[in-house]
C-alpha cells in the first residue's frame, strides 16, 4: 500500500473509530433519558431515537471501524497479531461488535413497543434499561481508544518470532 | 534466544475478560437469561422494530 493510500485509510480508521464513540455518547444520553423520564412523549421519542441512532450510525461505524482498523494494522509494521495491544484491541473490538449486533434486535424490540399508539406511560416506564450495556460498550471502546494511543509494549510470541526472522535473514 | 514474557498489562486484563466470561457462563449456567428478548415478557421479541422516517431508506 502507498503511504499516500495508508495516511489516507489511518485517518478514515481514527474519524470512524472517534465518530462511533461519540455516537455510543449520544445513544448514552437517550439511555438515561429513557431510564429517568416519566413523560410519554419523552419516552416514546428517546426509544425511537436509540433505534435509528443504534441502526442507522452505531452498527455500521463499528463494523467499518473494525474493517479499516485490521486494513491499517496488515498495512502497517504494527501488524494484527505482533503486538498485544493490537490483539486486545481486535479481540476487544470484535466482542464490542458482537454484543452490540444482539443488543440491537433487543432495541428494536422497545423501541416498537414504545411506537405503539396503544402503549402507556406505565407501559414504557416498566421497560427494562439498556444502560448498562450501553455505559460498558463505551468503557471498553474508550480502553480500545487507550491502548491504541498509549501503545504499550509487549510483543506476542508471533510478533518476536517475526523480529527475530527479520534481524536474522540477509539484507536484500 | 525465548521470548519476552507476557507483560502484566495483559495478564491483568486476560484475567479480567476470563472473570467476565465465567461469571457470564455461571449465570446462564444458573437460567439467567442474556440475549435478544430477555427484556420481553416471555422472552418474545417481534423483528424489524420501527419505520424509518420519510427519506430514510
Same mark, same amino acid.
Given at each position: 500500500?502507498?503511504?499516500?493510500?495508508?495516511?489516507?485509510?489511518?485517518?478514515?480508521?481514527?474519524?470512524?473509530?472517534?465518530?462511533?464513540?461519540?455516537?455510543?455518547?449520544?445513544?448514552?444520553?437517550?439511555?438515561?433519558?429513557?431510564?429517568?423520564?416519566?413523560?410519554?412523549?419523552?419516552?416514546?421519542?428517546?426509544?425511537?431515537?436509540?433505534?435509528?441512532?443504534?441502526?442507522?450510525?452505531?452498527?455500521?461505524?463499528?463494523?467499518?471501524?473494525?474493517?479499516?482498523?485490521?486494513?491499517?494494522?496488515?498495512?502497517?509494521?504494527?501488524?494484527?497479531?505482533?503486538?498485544?495491544?493490537?490483539?486486545i484491541s481486535l479481540v476487544l473490538s470484535v466482542a464490542a461488535t458482537l454484543v452490540l449486533l444482539l443488543e440491537t434486535r433487543t432495541i428494536a424490540d422497545l423501541a416498537a413497543i414504545a411506537a405503539d399508539p396503544q402503549a402507556s406511560l406505565d407501559d414504557l416506564a416498566d421497560l427494562p434499561s439498556t444502560l448498562a450495556h450501553s455505559v460498558g460498550g463505551a468503557l471498553i471502546l474508550l480502553l480500545v481508544l487507550t491502548l491504541n494511543v498509549y501503545k504499550p509494549r509487549g510483543l506476542t510470541p508471533y510478533g518476536w518470532r517475526k523480529s527475530m526472522e527479520r534481524r536474522t535473514s540477509p539484507e536484500p | 534466544m525465548r521470548p519476552p514474557p507476557t507483560p502484566?498489562? $495483559?495478564? &491483568? *486484563?486476560?484475567?479480567?475478560?476470563?472473570?467476565?466470561?465465567?461469571?457470564?457462563? $455461571?449465570? &446462564? *449456567?444458573?437460567?439467567?437469561?442474556?440475549?435478544?428478548?430477555?427484556?420481553?415478557?416471555g422472552g418474545a421479541w417481534v423483528p424489524g422494530g420501527v419505520a424509518l422516517p420519510a427519506g430514510m431508506t
Amino acid at each position: 500500500m502507498s503511504p499516500a493510500l495508508r495516511k489516507l485509510t489511518l485517518a478514515g480508521h481514527i474519524a470512524i473509530s472517534v465518530g462511533w464513540v461519540g455516537a455510543v455518547a449520544a445513544y448514552i444520553a437517550l439511555d438515561v433519558t429513557a431510564h429517568t423520564s416519566r413523560d410519554l412523549q419523552t419516552l416514546r421519542g428517546a426509544y425511537l431515537g436509540m433505534d435509528l441512532i443504534v441502526r442507522w450510525v452505531i452498527v455500521p461505524l463499528a463494523v467499518a471501524a473494525l474493517l479499516t482498523g485490521v486494513v491499517v494494522a496488515l498495512s502497517t509494521a504494527w501488524g494484527l497479531f505482533r503486538h498485544w495491544w493490537v490483539v486486545i484491541s481486535l479481540v476487544l473490538s470484535v466482542a464490542a461488535t458482537l454484543v452490540l449486533l444482539l443488543e440491537t434486535r433487543t432495541i428494536a424490540d422497545l423501541a416498537a413497543i414504545a411506537a405503539d399508539p396503544q402503549a402507556s406511560l406505565d407501559d414504557l416506564a416498566d421497560l427494562p434499561s439498556t444502560l448498562a450495556h450501553s455505559v460498558g460498550g463505551a468503557l471498553i471502546l474508550l480502553l480500545v481508544l487507550t491502548l491504541n494511543v498509549y501503545k504499550p509494549r509487549g510483543l506476542t510470541p508471533y510478533g518476536w518470532r517475526k523480529s527475530m526472522e527479520r534481524r536474522t535473514s540477509p539484507e536484500p | 534466544m525465548r521470548p519476552p514474557p507476557t507483560p502484566p498489562w $495483559v495478564k &491483568a *486484563l486476560a484475567l479480567i475478560g476470563i472473570a467476565l466470561l465465567i461469571v457470564f457462563l $455461571v449465570a &446462564a *449456567l444458573l437460567g439467567a437469561e442474556h440475549g435478544p428478548g430477555r427484556h420481553m415478557p416471555g422472552g418474545a421479541w417481534v423483528p424489524g422494530g420501527v419505520a424509518l422516517p420519510a427519506g430514510m431508506t
